[in-house]
């Protein structure tokens, strides 16, 4: 198993930017993809950015020029930088490890961490 634990977010204006962090624990030897989802109220949970732990990364059309995924291997973390911020953005940010190493590979869930844009 993995424990998957979100931090980071929070209330920011429109155009600010959020860091989010996660940390994963357990047998993450066997983790090769880890990402960032989202939720926004009455929406279906979205893909945002994935990373592999060879260095590939993807990002959601809607968010790309805007976020940057970025990973420690040794330290078994994943982290979004979040600029230009829009009203849209606003969810619950999921972080998301696989074991394949496809960009869309997922096998465990955080626990999730809000993300308020205020217009």
């Known amino acids: 198993q993995v424990l998957l634990v979100e931090s980071g977010g929070g209330l920011v204006q429109a155009g600010g930017s959020l860091r989010l962090s996660c940390a994963a624990s357990?047998?993450?030897?066997?983790?090769?993809?880890m990402g960032w989802y989202r939720q926004a109220p009455g929406k279906q949970r979205e893909f945002v950015a994935s990373?592999?732990?060879?260095?590939?990364?993807h990002y959601a059309d809607s968010v790309k020029g805007r976020f940057t995924i970025s990973r420690d291997n040794a330290k078994n973390t994943v982290s979004l930088q979040m600029g230009s911020l829009k009203s849209e953005d606003t969810a619950v940010y999921y972080c998301?490890?696989?074991?394949?190493?496809?960009?869309?590979?997922?096998?465990?869930w955080g626990q999730g961490t809000q993300v308020t844009v205020s217009s």
């Open positions: 998301g490890a696989g074991h394949g190493g496809n960009w869309y590979s997922r096998d465990y």
């Open positions: 357990g047998n993450t030897f066997s983790i090769d993809t």
């Open positions: 990373m592999t732990r060879g260095g590939s990364t």
